[in-house]
């Protein structure tokens, strides 16, 4: 299997598992946890999971300064989670993931600005992706009135911070560090730095222990399924698509979101969701046929620069 076929099968690994993450949250919220709680519990579990596979692999190739740079995305990806949680009370959960979703255009824009560029069909792409979430999100329109503009701009401020995340992680994994050990080892490095803000977190707010049997068996599943195995599949993808090709397939999220919430929390899809999830659908397809003709930067050296 070529490189790009197989980003796109990390990529969408990557969305498979966030996607299940609203299904393990709505669980644990009605079982009466509350959210900073899950958030740090979630990593707690996550975090000596990824430090367990690092001993199962042969030694990464990239000295332990550049991974250790990994420590930075965790407090960034931290912050974004409250950033979202704020923005979230402000405006409809429709607007805010409509907002959320042009962080791919963001990453084009910087990548832009870097040097990297987009073949015509991959922005044809990008815009039809933007349509489609569009649509995804009846309650959108709703969501902009004047009153909204602190979430409008946190969601766009959450957006930024995710677009800072896909560029700083494909650049210092560059080049050798495409192993999948080198890539489990960054990704522990990066959950360390979530867990280590969450905690700091905790300790100013407060924090308690799950008491449940259910409400253990959703936190274990979230940090298996929509942490583990999404970050590291996230961060491999990254390697072999580049950032803005990452970001524009990452959009299927808010699709297979809505198909997991139909699937099982009962929550209908409208047909007007069905057309945009057809148009996020037809903009992976074309980007992949037509839209692949962007120009790659040059590989860095794998250690320390």
């Excluded at 950033?83 to 990453?107: E, Q």
Aim: net charge positive; proline share 6%.
């Amino acid at each position: 299997m070529n490189t790009s076929r197989m980003g796109i099968l990390y990529i969408f690994s990557a969305v498979l598992g966030y996607s299940f993450l609203p299904v393990f949250t709505d669980h644990l919220l009605k079982g009466g946890v509350e959210p900073l709680d899950i958030a740090l519990w979630r990593y707690m579990i996550a975090t000596p999971l990824f430090w367990l596979l690092t001993r199962a692999g042969k030694r990464d190739p990239v000295r332990l300064p550049r991974l250790r740079l990994m420590l930075i995305l965790g407090p960034l990806l931290s912050v974004g989670a409250v950033v979202a949680f704020f923005g979230l009370g402000m405006i409809p959960a429709g607007t805010f993931s409509v907002i959320f979703y042009t962080y791919p255009a963001m990453v084009a824009l910087i990548m832009l600005a870097l040097g990297e560029r987009l073949s015509a069909w991959g922005w044809a792409a990008l815009g039809l992706t933007l349509v489609g979430i569009g649509l995804t999100a009846p309650d959108f329109n709703g969501g902009l009135r004047g009153e909204n503009l602190p979430g409008v701009l946190l969601a766009l401020v959450n957006a930024l911070l995710v677009a800072i995340y896909y560029i700083f992680s494909s650049h210092l994994l560059r080049g050798k560090a495409q192993t999948s050990s080198a890539v489990v080892r960054a990704s522990a490095w990066i959950v360390t730095g979530t867990l280590g803000f969450l905690m700091v977190t905790a300790l100013v707010t407060g924090f308690e222990v799950p008491t449940s049997g259910s409400a253990w068996a959703n936190l274990v599943g979230m940090a298996l399924v929509s942490t583990v195995m999404p970050v590291f599949a996230l961060n491999m993808g990254l390697q072999k698509l580049g950032p803005t090709r990452a970001a524009i397939f990452g959009t299927i999220e808010p699709m297979t979101t809505s198909l997991l919430a139909l699937l099982f929390l009962g929550q209908m899809m409208q047909p007007i969701q069905w057309v945009g999830g057809l148009c996020i659908i037809a903009s992976v397809i074309l980007l992949q046929t037509l839209g692949s003709g962007q120009r790659q930067p040059s590989p860095a050296p794998a250690a320390g620069d």
